[in-house]
């Protein structure tokens, strides 16, 4: 802001998108589907390929990757 600069990064790992952009477009087949603030990302994606890339996210946390048990 204090450059009034802009930068355009396009990538598909959605971590590095959240710590890098203020602002998400996520586009399908060329076209914006959907625009909001990147730390809002994961909380409003409605689309349905906008959900699809935040399902496609593995969980940090080796807890969330192991598999539900019974108890």
């Given amino acids: 802001e204090q450059l009034q600069l802009s ?11 959240e ?6 477009a996520v586009m399908d087949q060329g076209r914006i589907v959907e625009t909001f603030d990147a730390a809002d990302l994961q909380a409003q994606a409605r689309h349905p ?3 699809k ?3 496609s996210v593995l969980p940090l946390r080796p807890a969330e990757l192991a598999p539900a048990r019974a108890a």
């Fill in 19 to 24: 710590f890098l952009c203020v602002r998400v």
């Fill in 53 to 55: 890339l935040v399902d």
């Fill in 7 to 17: 930068y355009l990064f396009i990538g598909h790992n959605l971590p590095v998108i």
């Fill in 49 to 51: 390929v906008t959900r």
